[in-house]
């Protein structure tokens, strides 16, 4: 009997292959860069399953002309890059890696904070430039983290692991999400607030909430008008929930201190974008959840997800449950 055929959009740690390998064959694009979309439209057509990342676009159109495909597996715990109505209308199950990536991307979450508050990347660049600017009162001066208030948007599992971060630097926390977590605000000590006057009373702002076309676009030119004088300003979610002229602007006039973001739209940011000329804005190339061990994680789960569809069994981590009452 003839193994099924599984298709990899890029190279993953080994163990994950191996353990893919044993139920299938395995092809893999073996390119740094994503596949084009002729390239996946091609390939979709003569394999069983996919094991994809979050830049592969995966339209309806794509998903339609599969006609083999049983599973797809995302190794991202995001899967709006993926047309979940599509897959479900195919009973085609749809993997994701959710959890396992928590901690890390609060990590990084945090370091960006703290670097933007201390200018970290902006006086790493003068020193590589040559610049050593004598100590004064005024030099490369930033603001204090320790005291301050932080407001996060989107309080789900990394939302809350930055909140927990935030403890030890004596924060108020003030937290905004669909949903009220009474729970958490008595175990976090952490306060509810509506958008707008977390916007107005936060110091720190950062951004945890899922991307939903909804959502496009959900700090605006409004948003950062109604923040302090001076905030600093958090992405590690999804680049389309943040108006990247408005933040430019926002940026520009000195609204605010400075912005970090390892998220953008597009993905790479062009070369071109004015925003990479201003000196308070630190960019990373969706990063926040590049630890070895984490991608390794990642990788394992992703791979269970896609034996399991392969085997006609229900997905642990399924990102359209839906799927299984079709």
Known sequence: MNKPIVWVTRTVDEPAVRKISEVAEVEIWPAENPPPPEV????????????????????????????RLKVISQMAVGFDNIDIEAATRRGIPVGHTPGVL??????FAWALLMAAARRVAEADREVHQGIWRPWGPDVLTGVDVHGATLGIIGFGRIGKAVARRAIG??????????????????ELGVEYRDLDRLLQESDFISLHTYYTPEYHHLINRFCFEQMKDGAIFINTARGGLVDHQALQWA????????????????????????????????????????????????????????????RGEKLAYCANPQVYHV
């Open 102 to 107: 928590t901690e890390t991307t609060a990590d």
């Open 40 to 67: 996946i439209l091609e390939k979709v057509q003569r394999v069983d399953g996919l094991l994809t990342m979050l830049t592969d676009a995966l339209t309806a159109a794509i998903i339609d002309n599969a006609p």
């Open 169 to 186: 630097f004596s924060m108020k926390v003030l937290y905004n999400d669909p949903k009220r977590d009474e729970a958490a605000e008595q």
């Open 251 to 310: 940026l520009e006039s000195k609204k605010l201190a400075a912005a970090a973001l390892d998220v953008f739209e597009p993905e790479p940011i062009p070369r071109d974008h004015p925003l990479l000329q201003l000196p308070n804005l630190i960019i990373t190339p969706h990063i926040a959840s590049a630890s070895a061990r984490t991608r390794q994680k990642m990788a394992l789960i992703a791979a269970d997800n896609l034996i399991a569809g392969l």
